[in-house]
C-alpha cells in the first residue's frame, strides 16, 4: 500500500485548502482511514477519518464545522477540505491507513492503529 499526499501551501487565515491523498495498493474500501497532523514539539493529532468507505466520519472537536474528511472509492482517494483556517492549523498533514481493516471505533484517533503513512504535506496559515 502506499499513501501520496498532495495539496498543503501557504495561506491566509480565513482561507481554505484541500487536501488529497492517493491510495495505491490493497483493498482501499475496506481500510479504516484518517488525516493526522503534527506541528514542532506537539504529538501527531487525529482530524479526521473512518473506518470503512461510506461509513460515518469523525472529526477531532479542534476542526469540526470547518473541514470536511471525504472519500471516493473510485478513485481511491482520500480528501480533507479546510476552510476558515487558523494559525493554528499550521502543521504537516499526514494522511493514514490501517490495512488490517481491524481498527475498532474508540481506537480511529489512535497513530498506532495505522501502518500505512503518507509523505506528509505542510499547510502554514499566516495571519
Known sequence: VQLQASGGGLVQA???LRLSCSVSGGTFRRYPMAWFRQ???????YIAGNRY???PT???DSV??????SRDSAKNTVDLQMNSLLPEDTAVYYCAADSSGRTILSELRRPYR?????QGT???VSS
Do not use: N
Open 39 to 45: 506541528s514542532p514539539g506537539k504529538e501527531r493529532e
Open 114 to 118: 495505522y501502518d500505512y503513512w503518507g
Open 64 to 69: 469540526k464545522g470547518r473541514f470536511t474528511f
Open 14 to 16: 480565513g482561507g481554505s
Open 122 to 124: 505542510l499547510v502554514t
Open 58 to 60: 469523525y472529526y477531532a
Open 53 to 55: 468507505s461510506g461509513g
